[in-house]
């Protein structure tokens, strides 16, 4: 078997998992939220965060004892069993391979806004930056450091411009919808599931043991102080409703500021950063693409390694191939909605990897991997019903294609 080769170190981590984050959410992410939650939007956030927070310590652990490519897949196969790191990594792979779809078409809506040629050209972006990543991973971290810094840099101008420009509302708060509460803090749990893309590329990182958990806590960290920030400007200046019903809030609010040069360098921000999140998500679903075929959950083509570049260059532009068209026929709050249910399913393996991985351990480190899965059954439970319900078709259709590959492998006469 063809290893990766070990080119990251906690710099690029980081930023890979901070590109992956900031453009999740930052763009695609506030308005079902808003429309959920209303005034208590912020609740909402810090909910997905301490969720997000729990399974990224989860994930750090894992990540150190198993640094290799797979992430959760991995993990679920060595601590719980086959069928567990099955679920896992076609949950991370289904809801991903959405997650690019909305990436893509979130680029291209701000590219050319209500233009014909937006969904041909995200299908263009994708296919792009899936050729992109085969040529190794060190050029995948070194285009996500220059797409990420100049967002960083937009947002939190924003923020301040937002902040400062005017006197800001106080939303007043009506009493509290706890289902849409807790149902917007899952489609949040959207934008934070970035930093899973370090623990996949666990095979690449320099010092896993070390990195990993550095990296993933940093990132987190870092996004979270972030969306705090962005989401309470954006309520104070638009409003709940406002919120609710715009189609590219982070825009509105410093369109109305008054401030005509901040609009427009809201909108490259957002193309950035979508780009930049698109980038890191086919080089995570690659290599838990790459794991899955390597044990035969899927088809052993796709864990081909690249002789030079050493990267798993079949996934990944087969994994192109799919999102380019997806984003020719999926709708973008759909694809959150849908991604965010087997992410969420993949987190409840990792916290139950993470209790069985060391069961003696003190009682508080044990109640963290335990809120991190009650917290993510209880955000699948009250995502919108009909992302509940593809995801469980998904899941079925993929418990019957394994069962079926598995049984044929079985009665399959051994080879002269």
């Known amino acids: 078997m063809t ?54 310590w989860s994930s750090a652990r894992l990540a150190a004892r198993y640094p290799s490519s797979g992430g959760t897949y991995l993990y679920g196969r060595e601590v719980l069993g086959e069928w567990w790191g099955f679920l896992a990594g076609w949950g991370f792979v289904i809801g991903k391979t959405a997650s690019c779809a909305a990436m893509a078409l979130t680029f291209a809506s701000y590219v050319l806004p209500g233009s014909a040629w937006a969904r041909p050209l995200a299908a263009l972006v994708v296919l792009a930056l899936a050729l992109l990543n085969t040529r190794g991973v060190t050029k995948t971290a070194a285009l996500a450091r ?33 289902y849409g509460v807790l149902q917007a803090a899952g489609l949040l749990f959207f934008a934070f599931a970035g930093y899973a893309r370090i623990a996949t590329m666990g095979e690449e990182v320099r010092d896993p043991s070390r990195t990993i958990p550095r990296a993933i806590i940093g990132a987190l960290t870092l996004t979270v102080a972030l969306y705090a920030g962005l989401g309470w400007v954006l309520l104070a200046r638009l409003g709940p409703d406002g ?53 035969g959950d899927l088809p052993r083509r796709l864990a081909a390694v690249h002789p030079q570049y050493q990267v798993p260059h079949v996934a990944e532009l087969t994994l192109g191939v799919v999102v380019a068209g997806l984003v020719l026929a999926v709708d973008l709050r759909g694809a959150i909605g849908f991604s965010s249910f087997g992410v969420l399913l993949y987190y409840v393996v990792a916290n139950l990897a993470a209790v069985r991985l060391d069961p003696t351990a003190r009682s508080w480190t044990l109640a963290v991997p335990v809120l991190g899965m009650l917290g993510c059954v209880t955000l699948v439970a009250t995502l919108p019903p009909m992302s509940v319900v593809a995801g469980l078709a998904v899941y079925v259709v993929g418990i019957l294609v394994r069962l079926t590959t598995h049984r044929h492998a079985l009665a399959a006469p051994p080879s002269a």
């Open 3 to 56: 290893t990766l080769a070990r080119r990251l170190g906690l710099g690029d981590a980081v930023i890979i998992g901070l590109g992956s984050m900031i453009g999740a959410g930052v763009f695609a992410v506030w308005a079902p939220a808003a429309a959920a939650a209303g005034s208590w939007l912020l609740v909402s956030v810090g909910l997905a965060a301490l969720v997000a927070f729990c399974n990224a």
């Open 146 to 178: 220059a797409l990420v810094i100049p967002v960083l840099v937009i947002l939190i101008g924003a923020i301040g411009l937002m902040g400062l420009a005017a006197p800001l509302a106080s939303p007043a708060l009506v009493a509290a919808d706890a």
């Open 243 to 295: 919120l609710a019903t715009s189609p590219d809030p982070v825009a509105a609010g410093v369109a109305a500021t008054g401030v005509l040069w901040a609009e427009p360098l809201v909108r490259l921000a957002a193309a950035l950063a979508s780009a930049g999140a698109l980038l890191g998500l086919v080089a995570g679903v690659g290599r838990t693409t790459l794991a899955m075929a390597r044990n």
